[in-house]
């Protein structure tokens, strides 16, 4: 065996040259893994007792993709010919060893060999579009040269992994083998393919596929018209069209040339850092810094939930689907009967469109034990709360569940908004209570903002952020504070919006600003969706009297057919001349007179608050991290992730530029626009937004 660099090797093995990668964790595409490819490729052709040549990966999975810190850094440059070059003219029968996963560049690297053999269990995809990028090795050239156009259009703009069997069966692979014995496989592949003789079969001298594509140039129009929502303020599906089409009408290298400049205006894209950005973003928020990696966690067998209600079911839902049993609670057998029935209802309806099976309805479902007595949850390891958001309440299940349930075991509450330490200091083990909001559906949305008290445990938050990750979350740590992150920051924008359509600007106004942003929906359409009578009390005023005169109308938001909006029986909206007149009236109450209002204004008075209320947050250690708060606002509330989050946002504005709009309307409007004291230190002290920490932050601001 010889050894090319510390990841890389070569040896002879029946009159088959196999390469072996092994680059810990994943084998990505690094600068050391391309040179070593390079040379042991070399070394091979040059080896006259080498028929063939095995591409293998050590460890759990074939390569992973490129390495993306790699991206815009001062990483070394390459010399001389790309690997996939290197694979692609080889003279030499070359056999990819698939194994794991084949993504991206690693997958690429499988296209350029001569041949693939993968095993059952393995992926393959191309994912780049989900940071903003294309595949930049002739992905787009050389998959619909096997696949044809359409199927390719369909796997490079969703970026999905696609199983072996369905690769086989697509033409991506050639051959599916065991999982047990892949190089022994693969060099009996190589072996019959030296045996065999003749000319190479390379993927990039393939014509029939997309010749019959050139036959039918109208699916690429056909393609763009079908998934509007594919290209709403995404800039690379555009961009791998176009690379698509080049594929199936111009000669190989022309079409390589087109994919490399469409690769490099992509890379160089406010956009792709965006997502670029939040892919780290959110494997940075599993990090603790003062919670080891190593820090004992609490088993969690069997979970209690508390509420049988529409957020209760869906809670209990992550975990069945997790294959963790659950006791779920309920005070009346009518209402654990309708709770039951609901999540029951939600599997059979996934069933029937093909996701689950009819068996995995009735094994999840068996997983789910009913109850009215909270006595039943004496055994479980950890109990979540799911009851009405009023801290009585919140408090009597507390004192409740001290008494029943075992020592050791987790208490958490599903609040939304009130005080943790407040809940957890009428138990006597406040350092087993914390929070874990989830978000409504619970069973669809991904993130979970788990809340640490001021006295709960470091084991318990290793265990509750291991555990967001086993039920399919994404999960945040953050700290007491009314609202938490995600809907403090939230409390800003509604403030700002009220205020903005008190001087002028109707409702729908402030929501196409936002959905023109890229939000899904405005702060109005929001508030209708959730309904407008949450923490509404008739008779009693609160801070939105616009709301309140909707609310003592009975519009109470999508749920009544009424709101801001009217809704039809389809739930479509429409500004309503109600809440027009409304609008209308609370304004001549307090003497304004209404102007007209930009919508760059507009959304300029809607988010920077947000940003702003987001220093503040991070300035008091209420978040780990400044990426934190955009992971919260990426999977919470539907930030486009081609803008990064609010915290990326405004390094994209520049924070400079942030102050000084921030200190313009606190001049002219007051108070809610003055700048957070960490935004001022940031700027005097020249320090990057996105990569803030709260220890940063309290750096910063101890002067």
Not at 275 to 286: K, L
Not at 509 to 518: E, H, M, P
Not at 566 to 577: C, I, V
Request: charged share 25%; aromatic share 6%.
């Amino acid at each position: 065996m010889k050894d090319f660099n510390d990841v890389v090797t070569l040896e002879i093995e029946e009159g088959i040259a196999v390469v072996t990668l092994n680059s810990p964790p994943v084998n990505a595409l690094s600068h050391a893994v391309r040179t070593g490819l390079r040379d042991a490729f070399a070394a091979a052709n040059a080896d006259d007792t080498a028929e063939a040549i095995v591409l293998i990966c050590a460890g759990r999975t074939f390569i992973a993709g490129a390495d993306i810190s790699e991206f815009g850094s001062d990483a070394p440059k390459d010399t001389g010919a790309s690997i996939f070059s290197v694979l692609d003219d080889s003279p030499k029968p070359v056999v990819a060893a698939i194994h794991g996963t084949a993504l991206g560049g690693g997958l690429e690297v499988a296209l350029s060999a001569h041949y693939r053999v993968a095993t059952t269990s393995a992926k393959v995809g191309l994912p780049e579009v989900h940071l903003g990028l294309l595949p930049g090795g002739g992905g787009t050239q050389r998959l619909p040269r096997l696949t044809g156009a359409a199927t390719a259009l369909d796997l490079i703009t969703s970026g999905r992994h696609v199983p072996a069997a369905e690769a086989l069966a697509l033409g991506i692979v050639d051959e599916v083998v065991s999982d047990d014995d892949l190089r022994g496989s693969a060099v009996h592949f190589a072996r019959q393919i030296a045996d065999k003789g003749g000319p190479l079969t390379r993927v990039r001298d393939l014509d029939e596929k997309v010749a019959a594509d050139r036959d039918n140039p109208e699916l690429f129009d056909r393609f763009v018209e079908s998934n509007p929502k594919l290209f709403r303020g995404f800039i690379a599906p555009t961009e791998i069209v176009a690379c698509i089409r080049a594929a199936v009408t111009l000669p190989f290298d022309e079409g390589m040339a087109e994919e490399q400049a469409r690769f490099q205006t992509l890379l160089n894209s406010p956009e792709s850092a965006a997502q670029r950005y939040y892919f780290f973003a959110e494997r940075a928020a599993r990090k603790i810094a003062d919670v080891p990696a190593d820090t004992p966690r609490i088993p969690v067998n069997t979970v209690g939930i508390i509420g049988a209600g529409t957020m209760g079911g869906g809670i209990a839902m992550n975990f069945v689907n997790a294959g963790i049993p659950v006791t779920i609670v309920e005070q009346k057998q009518e209402a654990l009967d309708r709770g039951l029935a609901t999540i029951r209802k939600n599997y059979e309806r996934t069933a029937s469109k093909g996701r689950i099976t009819t068996a995995q309805v009735e094994e999840r479902m068996g997983l789910i034990t009913g109850s009215v007595s909270m006595d039943d949850l004496a055994p479980v390891d950890m109990v979540i709360e799911a009851v009405f958001e009023r801290m009585d309440v919140k408090k009597d299940v507390f004192t409740q569940l001290d008494r029943i349930c075992k020592p050791g075991a987790i208490l958490a509450t599903n609040t939304s908004a009130l005080n943790v330490d407040e809940i957890a200091a009428v138990t006597s083990r406040p350092e087993y209570v914390v929070g874990t909001h989830f978000f409504s559906p619970a069973n669809v949305m991904k993130l979970l903002e788990n809340v640490r008290g001021e006295k709960t445990s470091k084991e318990v938050i290793a265990t509750v952020m291991a555990l967001s990750r086993t039920i399919g979350k994404i999960a945040v740590l953050v700290g007491v504070c009314p609202g938490f992150v995600g809907n403090r920051i939230l409390y800003a924008r509604s403030r700002a919006s009220e205020q903005l359509v008190m001087e002028g600007a109707m409702p729908w106004d402030v929501d196409r600003a936002l959905t023109n942003f890229g939000l899904p929906m405005g702060t109005y359409q929001m508030s209708d969706l959730a309904g407008l009578d949450i923490g509404w009390v008739k008779g009693e005023p609160t801070a939105y009297p616009i709301k309140d005169a909707l609310c003592e109308l009975d519009r109470r938001g999508q749920k009544t057919g009424a709101g801001f909006y009217d809704y039809d029986e389809s739930r479509k909206a429409t500004p309503s001349p109600i809440t027009a007149q409304i609008v209308e009236d609370e304004r001549a109450k307090a003497g304004v007179t209404p102007r007209e209002i930009s919508e760059e204004e507009i959304l300029e008075r809607a988010l920077l608050p947000m940003i702003n209320e987001g220093f503040k947050i991070l300035q008091e250690g209420m978040a780990e991290r400044a990426s934190d708060i955009d992971v919260v606002y990426v999977n919470g509330y539907g930030w486009p992730v081609y803008r990064g989050g609010p915290m990326f946002y405004a390094e994209q504005l520049g924070a400079e530029a942030v102050l000084e709009k921030l200190r313009g309307y606190q001049e002219r409007l007051g108070e809610d626009f003055a700048p957070a004291a960490l935004l001022e230190a940031v700027v005097a002290k020249g320090q990057s937004i996105s990569t803030l920490t709260k220890a940063d932050a309290a750096s910063l601001t101890a002067d």
